[in-house]
C-alpha cells in the first residue's frame, strides 16, 4: 500500500487518479454481472424446465437461516456505507469500527453458510453419486435437526413432485448444481471482500485514509455492495421459489 | 538512437519480469504469443501432413483428434486473442493518446503473469497427451466421455480469460481518464478506437465464457449436471453460452486488426482516411451487435426456424459496419499517393483476404446454404480467411510498421516485401482448396476422406509448406533487425500518429512533455512538422471550389 494520497506516476491529479480507480472498479463490476449472469441463465432455463423439482429442491432449504443470512448482510452493506462515509468525512476512528463491524457480520455470514452446506452434505444434497432427494424422508433417524412436523411436510411434498417429476431426483439434482454452483461462487466473492476489508483495516489503524484520499474505502465498498446485491438476487432465486402458498 | 530509452532505462531479469512499463509488459506478451503461435503452428503442420493421403498414415484417429484441438486452443485463446491488444495495443495505445501509461499499470503485469499461469495449464495438458474435444469443448463429451486431459486445459482457458478481461478494462478506463490534453475523442487514431470496441467485447463476453467453462470444469471433475443430458441438463445450453462469447471473440480477432489497417492505409496512401467518424462507429457497431449472432453457428441444432431467422438477419446485419470500413478504406485510397512499403503490402492483403472470409461469411449466415456447408472445409477456410487472412495479415503489419518504434531500428525491406508475398501465395494455396472441398462435400475434422479429395488436400497441405516459411521469416529478419537493422528514426513513413512524435524507442515515461494535441488524426495538411511535400489545407478547399 502505498504513502497517503500519493500521486502515481501516470497520472497527472490527484482527481483523475480517484474517477480512474473508480471507473475501474465500476467496469469491473459490470464483466461481475456477466459472470453471475451466465449461471443464472442456466439456473433460468432448468428452472423453467424441471419446476416442481427445483421447488422441491427449494423447499428443503432452510428460510429461517437464509433469511437471516440476508439481513446479516443487509446490515454488512449499511456498516460499509458508513465506513465510507467516516473515511470522506475524516472520522479516522469510526472508519476502522465500521470496518470491523462489516467484518465481523461477514464472518456471520459465513458461520451460517457452513452450518447451512453441512446439514446439505449430511443430508446427501450435495450433488454427486450419493445425491438422494429422498434421504431424509426415507432415513428420519439420520436427520435429527428435522422435526417431525416438517418431515411430514417434506415427505408430502416430495411425492407431490415425484408425481409430477418422475425424475425427480435428477432433476433435484441440477437444482443443487445450482445452489452450490452460485452460492459457492458469491461465497467466494465475500472471501475475498473480507480479504480486501482486512486489508483497509490495516490502513485505516495506519490512520492512511483522509477525506482528500479514501479511494481505496470507496472502490473496495462498491464491491461490498455488488457482492451483497447478488445475495439479494439470490435469496428469492434460491429460497423462495414455491413458498407463495 | 537517443542514449536512453524504454529498453535500456535498468538492466537484468527482475527489471523485466516486474516491470510496470506497458511497453516491456508488450515484449513480454509478444514472446509469449510468439511461442503459442509456433506451437499452434506445428499442431497445423501435423495436420496438413497426415491429410496428405486419404487414409492418413502420419497419424492414429485420436492422435488426429487432439491435433486440430490443440491446434484451435493454442491459436485462439493464446495467439488471436491476446496477439494484437495485448501486444501492439498495450504498446501504441497509451502512445497514441499522449499518457505515461495504461490506467492500471501493476493490474496490466497481473494480466501477462495470468496469462503465463493460464497457459502453463494448458501446456500441462498438451505434454500429458493433449485433448480431443475440440476448441469448443463440446458437452458431453468434454464432461463426461472423452479421456484425454480437458481439464486442465479447460483450467487454463479459464485462467486466462482474465488476463482478458483484465487488458479489456485497463484499455476502456485508459481511453475515458488517461487522453492528453486535446486529444478529444474524435481526434483519437481509429487504432485506439477499435481496440475500444474489442475492450467492450472483452469486458462483457469473457466472463461469459470464464463461468460456462467453470460449470464444465466443475461438472467434468465434481459431478454438476448443467450440461449433462443424463441428468437432465442441457448440452445446448452449454453451446448457446459458449456461442455467447465465442463469435464476439472471433470480433476481439479482427476489430484489432482493423484498427491497424486503418493507420497503415492513411499512412502509405499520405491521404486523410476517408469517413473517420463512420469508421470509428462502425468499430462500435460491430461489437454491439457481434453480441446478437451468436445463435448462426447453432442453425442445426433444432433451434425454431423463427429464431434462426432472426439470427440470419442479424447475421447479415453485423456485415454492414464491416463492409463500411471496407470501402472507407478503399476510398481512402483514391487519389492518394500510395506507397508500397512491407506494412502496406500487409494491408492490402488483408483487404482481399479479409473481403472474402467476409463474403463467405454471409453465405454461411444463410440458412439454405448452412445447412449444405456446416461443419465442411467451407467453414475451415471461412474462418481461416477471417483470422489468419485478416486478424494475422493486420497484425504482422502491424508489427513491421512499429518494428521501428518498438525497436528502434528497421528491418530489411526487400525481404519482408518478399516475405509478405510469399505469406499470401501460401496462404491462398492453403486455404483456397478447402473452400472446394467444403462445398463439394469434405467434412472437417475427420483423419480421413475419399480418394477423389486427394487433389486439394495435397495443394492445401503444400501452401501450407510455403505458408510455413512466410512465418519463420518475419520471425527471423525481425528478431535480427531489433539488434543489427539500420537505425530508423522517430518517424521513418512519416505518420501522424502521437507515438511517431517521440524518439524510436520511446524513453520509459513515453514523453518527455505532455503532449498538447490541435490536429485530428491522419491530417497530413496541418502538420508542417512532419516536412511532407503536401499542399496546405486551404489550397484543397480552393481545388474544390474551383471544381
Redesign the interface.
Known amino acids: 500500500m502505498h504513502r497517503t494520497g500519493a500521486l502515481?506516476?501516470?497520472f497527472?491529479t490527484l482527481e483523475?487518479q480517484k474517477?480512474?480507480a473508480s471507473?475501474?472498479m465500476w467496469?469491473?463490476l459490470?464483466?461481475?454481472v456477466?459472470?453471475?449472469?451466465?449461471?443464472m441463465?442456466?439456473y433460468t432455463?432448468?428452472r423453467h424446465?424441471?419446476f416442481p423439482a427445483f421447488a422441491m429442491g427449494s423447499n428443503t432449504l432452510s428460510i429461517q437461516l437464509g433469511g437471516f443470512n440476508t439481513v446479516v448482510l443487509l446490515a454488512s452493506s449499511f456498516t460499509m456505507a458508513m465506513a465510507v462515509w467516516s473515511a470522506q468525512t475524516g472520522k479516522k476512528q469510526l472508519i476502522s469500527i465500521f470496518l470491523t463491524l462489516t467484518i465481523l457480520l461477514g464472518f456471520v455470514f459465513f458461520g451460517v453458510k457452513y452450518i447451512e452446506y453441512s446439514q446439505k452434505f449430511h443430508h446427501h444434497l450435495v450433488?454427486?453419486?450419493n445425491f438422494d432427494i429422498t434421504f431424509c424422508v426415507n432415513n428420519p433417524d439420520k436427520c435429527e435437526d428435522i422435526s417431525a412436523k416438517e418431515m411430514d411436510v417434506e415427505r408430502e411434498e416430495i411425492a407431490k413432485a415425484l408425481a409430477a417429476d418422475p425424475?425427480l431426483n435428477?432433476?433435484a439434482?441440477?437444482y443443487y448444481?445450482?445452489y452450490?454452483?452460485m452460492t459457492g461462487l458469491h461465497a467466494l466473492h465475500m472471501v475475498i471482500g473480507a480479504g480486501l476489508l482486512m486489508w483497509l483495516l490495516r490502513g485505516s489503524l495506519a490512520g492512511r485514509f483522509t477525506p482528500e484520499w479514501n479511494t481505496p474505502v470507496d472502490i473496495v465498498g462498491l464491491y461490498w455492495h455488488f457482492v451483497d446485491i447478488v445475495w439479494i438476487y439470490l435469496f428469492p432465486l434460491l429460497y423462495l421459489i414455491d413458498r407463495y402458498k | 538512437m537517443p542514449e536512453k530509452h524504454y529498453l535500456n532505462a535498468t538492466y537484468g531479469i527482475r527489471s523485466w519480469l516486474l516491470t510496470t512499463d506497458h511497453k516491456r509488459i508488450a515484449l513480454l506478451y509478444l514472446a509469449s504469443v510468439t511461442f503459442f503461435f509456433f506451437i499452434g503452428g506445428f499442431f497445423a503442420m501435423m495436420i496438413r501432413l497426415h491429410l496428405l493421403s486419404p487414409n492418413g498414415y502420419l497419424l492414429s484417429a485420436d492422435t488426429y483428434n487432439r491435433m486440430f484441438t490443440m491446434h484451435g486452443v493454442a491459436m485462439i485463446f493464446f495467439f488471436l486473442i491476446p496477439s494484437i491488444p495485448a501486444v501492439l495495443g498495450n504498446f501504441l495505445i497509451p502512445l497514441m493518446i499522449g499518457a505515461k501509461d495504461l490506467a492500471f499499470p501493476k493490474i496490466n503485469l497481473l494480466s501477462w503473469y495470468i496469462y503465463v499461469v493460464g497457459g502453463a495449464f494448458t501446456l500441462y495438458s498438451m505434454v500429458t497427451g493433449g485433448l480431443d474435444t475440440g476448441w469448443t469443448f463440446y458437452t458431453p463429451l468434454s464432461t463426461v466421455y472423452s479421456n484425454s486431459a480437458v481439464a486442465p486445459a479447460v483450467i487454463g482457458v479459464f485462467i486466462t480469460g482474465f488476463s482478458s478481461i483484465l487488458t479489456g478494462l485497463n484499455f476502456l478506463v485508459t481511453v475515458h481518464t488517461m487522453r492528453a490534453p486535446g486529444m478529444t475523442w474524435f481526434r483519437l487514431p481509429l487504432f485506439v478506437w477499435a481496440h475500444y470496441a474489442t475492450s467492450v467485447v472483452m469486458i462483457l463476453g469473457t466472463p461469459v465464457i470464464a463461468i460456462t467453462l467453470a460449470l464444465a470444469g466443475m461438472e467434468r471433475i465434481f459431478g454438476l449436471g448443467f450440461f449433462n443430458p443424463a441428468m437432465g441438463g442441457d448440452p445446448i445450453l452449454f453451446q448457446h453460452l459458449f456461442w455467447f462469447y465465442s463469435h464476439p471473440a472471433v470480433y476481439i480477432m479482427i476489430l484489432p486488426a482493423m484498427g491497424v489497417i486503418s493507420e497503415l492505409i492513411p499512412t502509405f496512401a499520405r491521404k486523410k482516411l476517408f469517413g473517420y467518424h463512420f469508421v470509428a462507429a462502425a468499430s462500435l457497431a460491430i461489437a454491439v451487435i457481434g453480441f446478437l449472432v451468436w445463435t448462426h453457428h447453432m442453425f442445426l441444432t433444432g433451434q425454431s426456424t423463427y429464431s434462426a431467422l432472426a439470427f440470419s438477419f442479424l447475421t447479415f446485419l453485423v456485415a454492414i459496419p464491416s463492409a463500411v470500413k471496407t470501402f472507407n478504406w478503399t476510398a481512402t485510397l483514391f487519389g492518394g499517393s500510395i506507397s508500397f512499403d512491407t506494412p502496406m503490402l500487409y494491408a492490402f492483403g488483408f483487404l482481399g483476404l479479409f473481403l472474402i472470409g467476409g463474403l463467405t461469411g454471409l453465405f454461411l449466415g444463410c440458412l439454405g446454404i448452412d445447412m449444405h456447408v456446416h461443419d465442411t472445409y467451407f467453414v475451415v477456410a471461412h474462418f481461416h480467411y477471417i483470422m489468419v487472412g485478416g486478424a494475422v495479415m493486420g497484425y504482422l503489419g502491424g508489427l513491421h510498421f512499429w518494428w521501428p518504434k518498438i525497436t528502434g531500428r528497421m528491418y530489411p525491406e526487400w525481404l519482408a516485401r518478399i516475405a509478405a508475398f510469399i505469406l499470401f501465395v501460401g496462404f491462398n494455396l492453403t486455404f483456397f482448396p478447402q473452400f472446394v472441398l467444403g462445398y463439394l462435400g469434405m467434412p472437417r475434422r475427420y483423419h480421413v476422406y475419399p480418394p477423389e479429395f486427394q487433389v486439394y488436400n495435397v495443394m492445401s497441405t503444400a501452401g501450407a509448406s510455403i505458408l510455413a516459411i512466410g512465418y519463420l521469416l518475419p520471425m527471423i529478419y525481425l528478431t535480427w533487425a531489433a539488434f543489427y537493422g539500420k537505425v530508423a528514426g522517430d518517424n521513418p513513413w512519416p505518420a501522424t500518429g502521437l507515438e511517431w512524435k517521440t524518439p524510436s524507442p520511446p524513453p520509459t515515461e513515453n514523453f518527455e512533455v505532455t503532449p498538447v494535441v490541435t490536429w485530428d488524426a491522419y491530417d497530413f495538411h496541418n502538420r508542417p512538422d512532419l516536412g511532407l511535400d503536401v499542399p496546405g489545407h486551404s489550397a484543397v478547399v480552393q481545388t474544390h471550389g474551383n471544381g
Open positions: 502515481y506516476g501516470q497527472k483523475q474517477d480512474t471507473l475501474g467496469i469491473f459490470v464483466t461481475e456477466m459472470f453471475f449472469g451466465g449461471i441463465l442456466a432455463v432448468n424446465t424441471y450433488p454427486g453419486r425424475n435428477a432433476h439434482q441440477l448444481s445450482a452450490f454452483g
